[in-house]
C-alpha cells in the first residue's frame, strides 16, 4: 500500500466508523475505485484501534465513572448504582459480536466482502434505518435504558460484522426501535462499541503478518489518522443527531449503493 492510500483510507475510517454508512463498506469500496486490491479484514479491524482511542478520550469521564462503578460494586452491592448497571449491560451485551465474530471469521474475510452482497445490504437496511427512526418516537434518555434494552442493542451490533451493515448504524438503529432518544442513541452505541473494537483490533493485530497484506507501517499510519479524523467525527454526529434525524444518512447509503452496482454491472469494478 502506498503512503497516500493509507492516508485516505485512515480519513475514510475515521469519518465514516461513526456515522452510519458502514466504514468497513468504505474501506472495501475505496480501494477498487482507485485501481488497488480489498486490503481485508483484519487492515479494517486494526484501523479501527485508532477510532476507539477517539471515544476513549472523548468519552472519558463517562468510562472512568464507568469503569470506577464495575469496581466498586463488584465488591459492594450497595455501590451498585446506574453506572454499574450500564457498565455491565455493556459488556454481556458485547458477548454476541465476539462470539458470533471469532465463530464467522472465515465467512467475515471471504464471501462477505463481496461488493454485490455489500452494496444490496447498504440499500436494503437504509430502508430499515429510516422505518426506525422515522416512526418511533423519541421517548427515552440514556438514563431510562434497561439492561435487557442494551442486550437487544448488543445483538443488532453483530450485524456489522457484515461490511454495509453499519456498527453504529445497526446500534442506532435498534435503539429507535426501542423509543430511545438519537442522541442517547448514539452515546450508548459509542459506548457499547468500545469492547467489541478493542477485542477485533488486538485478535486481528496479532495475526496481522499473515492477514494483512499492507503491513505494519502503513496501517499504523492509517490508524492514526482514524484517531484524529474519529475524534471530530464523534463530536460532530452527537451535536447532529440532537437536531437531525438519519434521513440524510439514509439517502447517502442508498446513493452509494446505486453507484456501486453501476460499476458492478458495467464491470468497471470487480465484485472480490
Known amino acids: 500500500m502506498e503512503w497516500w492510500l493509507a492516508a485516505l483510507l485512515g480519513v475514510v475510517q475515521g469519518i465514516t466508523e461513526f456515522l452510519p454508512i458502514s466504514s468497513s463498506a468504505h474501506l472495501r469500496i475505496v480501494p477498487p475505485l482507485v485501481g488497488s486490491d480489498d486490503f481485508g479484514a483484519s487492515f479494517t479491524a486494526v484501523t479501527q484501534i485508532g477510532t476507539i482511542f477517539s471515544v476513549l478520550i472523548y468519552f472519558r469521564n463517562d468510562l472512568l465513572n464507568i469503569s470506577k462503578a464495575l469496581l466498586k460494586g463488584s465488591f459492594n452491592k450497595n455501590e451498585r448504582n446506574f453506572d454499574f448497571k450500564l457498565g455491565l449491560s455493556i459488556l454481556v451485551a458485547t458477548i454476541p459480536i465476539a462470539l458470533i465474530g ?12 463481496n461488493l454485490y452482497l455489500v452494496a444490496i445490504i447498504l440499500l436494503l437496511f437504509s430502508f430499515v434505518m429510516y422505518v426506525a427512526d422515522r416512526f418511533n418516537k423519541q421517548e427515552h434518555d440514556i438514563t431510562e435504558i434497561s439492561s435487557k434494552q442494551i442486550f437487544i442493542i448488543g445483538l443488532a451490533q453483530a450485524l456489522a460484522l457484515i461490511p454495509g451493515f453499519s456498527r453504529s448504524g445497526a446500534t442506532i438503529t435498534a435503539a429507535r426501535f426501542l423509543k430511545i432518544k438519537r442522541e442517547a442513541a448514539a452515546r450508548v452505541s459509542f459506548l457499547l462499541s468500545v469492547p467489541a473494537i478493542v477485542l477485533s483490533g488486538i485478535y486481528e493485530a496479532l495475526d496481522i ?5 499492507v503491513g505494519w507501517g502503513p496501517t499504523i499510519f492509517a490508524t492514526l489518522i482514524a ?20 434521513t440524510g444518512f439514509v439517502i447517502y447509503r442508498i446513493i452509494l449503493a446505486t453507484i456501486v452496482l453501476l460499476l458492478l454491472n458495467a464491470q468497471i469494478i470487480n465484485p472480490i
Open 102 to 113: 471469532f465463530l464467522s471469521q472465515d465467512f467475515i474475510r471471504t464471501s462477505a466482502r
Open 209 to 213: 503478518s499473515t492477514n494483512n497484506p
Open 227 to 246: 484517531f484524529v479524523v474519529g475524534y471530530l467525527s464523534i463530536a460532530w454526529l452527537i451535536r447532529w443527531l440532537g437536531k437531525h434525524s438519519l
